[in-house]
């Protein structure tokens, strides 16, 4: 059956050369086959790299006409390397990389493939920026159609909160310009619906950062997360500025395991972002500060640094409200355990400001003010697989069993544990209240389930 679609589909490209694609013989296969989940050993029908609107849509009606199931990369950064599948045909968007900025440079629209630095750069140039992660090479659209955590959160919002306008190909093939009501499900359904080509997104005024990392003395590491989230747990009880975001962040360095503060100050006063950063350096011994007047860009270049191209492994999420000392207490005993290896990182974002302000125009789930945790069981050398899943699995489950006061039940969609079985977990734990809205839009719009490989995968929750 492969072959004979690979035949079919072949026929079709002949037709519009400018479509450029890949075999798994073709010489830059390899190239275009590399994603982050290195466990994802699904051998594609064919990559093709279109270039426009249009050529999503001719892709898009030639595979249902020729009952050929396809999948949408863009980063490639999906945890459970929902790009590819297998005998599936891939629709790599990374070609489909502008962006427009308005006039009034209020706004920009930006095509659907384009990368997180990409982004940042290209406003950077303008004196702006926009909500963006902090790896540069995740792809825009799915990290902020899914919620959009990031190091801009509490100042301006999530990811989905930037959204102002978007262009889908249907599952008819046919571009459409989303109304307010398909936004909303864009905003968190993010690719349920349709192949997102465009976001036009809001930006804003802003030249230079206050950013760098706090390397804090981790010779007694449990002891250190837990003095330093007592002191962070008093001082955000008051007041703290919308500018300021911290993140928290555990890695396996070359001289063992270290707990870093990447701190992100996004505003140009720079003495009151010093004023801020005193405050953040007192609460644990600081061994070294990178901090410094930087670039957007120069902020997702220092931190590729840090995450690997691709793992083995897997990634799991808890939200909590408070880092408590009893949920510090578990944390800190279960870094002691994590495995020895790069790919294995425990991350901590912090979600308040406006990115709490409940937004009627999304179904993103989860608003209240929480510490969202990526336990993140990776590894590069694959012998370390095993051990890397099983520290983040049994991590994940400790914490599963704290206070449910303290615990959320939503969770984030992009670090969610997989869901295998139909009809096993439920869909209000990434949604809310929300669920009716996206599976009224899921029958509208894609009632053949043609987008079946766009997370989440719908038949798994209740």
């Not at 849509?57 to 030639?62: E, H, I, N, R, T």
């Not at 410094?292 to 690997?308: E, H, I, M, Q, R």
């Not at 578990?330 to 308040?352: A, C, Q, R, Y």
């Amino acid at each position: 059956m492969a072959n004979t679609n690979l035949t079919t589909l072949e026929s079709f490209l002949e037709k519009h050369p400018h479509i450029t694609y890949a075999t798994p013989s073709s010489p830059s296969y390899t190239s275009l086959r590399q994603i982050f989940a290195r466990d994802q050993e699904a051998i594609p029908l064919a990559i093709v790299r279109p270039q426009s609107a249009a050529d999503v849509s001719l892709l898009v009606k030639f595979a249902v006409s020729a009952s050929i199931k396809f999948t949408i990369r863009t980063g490639g950064h999906n945890l459970s390397g929902a790009a590819f599948a297998q005998d599936a045909l891939a629709i790599d968007m990374r070609d489909i990389a502008y962006v427009n900025i308005s006039a009034n440079k209020k706004t920009a629209k930006i095509g659907g493939g384009i990368l997180v630095f990409d982004v940042a750069t290209a406003l950077d140039q303008e004196g702006l920026a926009t909500p963006i992660g902090a790896v540069g090479s995740v792809g825009y659209v799915g990290w902020a159609t899914y919620g959009g955590y990031g190091p801009f959160s509490r100042q301006w919002g999530l990811g989905v909160d930037q959204i102002v306008g978007a262009k889908i190909v249907r599952s008819d093939g046919e571009v459409i310009v989303a109304d307010q009501r398909l936004l909303k499900g864009l905003r968190g359904g993010g690719g349920l619906f349709g192949v997102i080509v465009e976001l036009e997104i809001k930006v804003y005024s802003l030249k230079n950062v206050l950013t760098g990392t706090l390397i804090l003395d981790s010779q007694d590491l449990a002891s250190t997360f837990k003095k330093f989230n007592a002191g962070y747990l008093e001082l955000s009880a008051k007041a703290m500025p919308s500018e300021l975001v911290v993140q928290q962040l555990i890695v396996n360095s070359p001289h063992g395991k270290a707990m870093c503060v990447a701190f992100m100050w996004s505003s140009e006063d720079v003495e009151a972002g010093q004023i801020w950063l005193k405050k953040i350096e007192a609460l644990a011994t600081v061994v070294m500060n990178t901090v410094a007047v930087s670039t957007v860009p120069a902020y997702l270049k220092g931190n590729a640094a840090l995450v690997p191209e691709s793992v083995h492994g897997a990634g799991y999420t808890h939200n909590f409200r408070k880092i408590t000392s009893e949920v510090a207490e578990v944390i800190s005993g279960s870094l002691l355990k994590m495995v020895e290896d790069p790919g294995s990182m425990f991350v901590v974002h912090e979600l308040k400001g406006a990115s709490t302000t409940p937004n009627n125009g999304s179904v993103f789930g989860t608003r209240e003010e929480h510490f969202m945790l990526e336990i993140l069981g990776y590894a590069l050398d694959n012998k370390n697989r095993e051990s890397a899943v099983a520290w983040a699995d049994n991590t994940w489950a400790e914490l599963g069993k704290m206070d449910g006061s303290n615990l959320l039940p939503g969770t984030y969609i992009s670090l969610d544990r997989p869901v295998l079985e139909p009809g096993t977990a439920p869909l209000s734990r990434l949604y809310g209240l929300n669920c009716r809205d996206v599976l009224a839009l899921k029958k509208e719009y894609d009632s053949e389930d043609v987008f079946f490989y766009a997370e989440p995968q719908l038949k798994n929750y209740v």
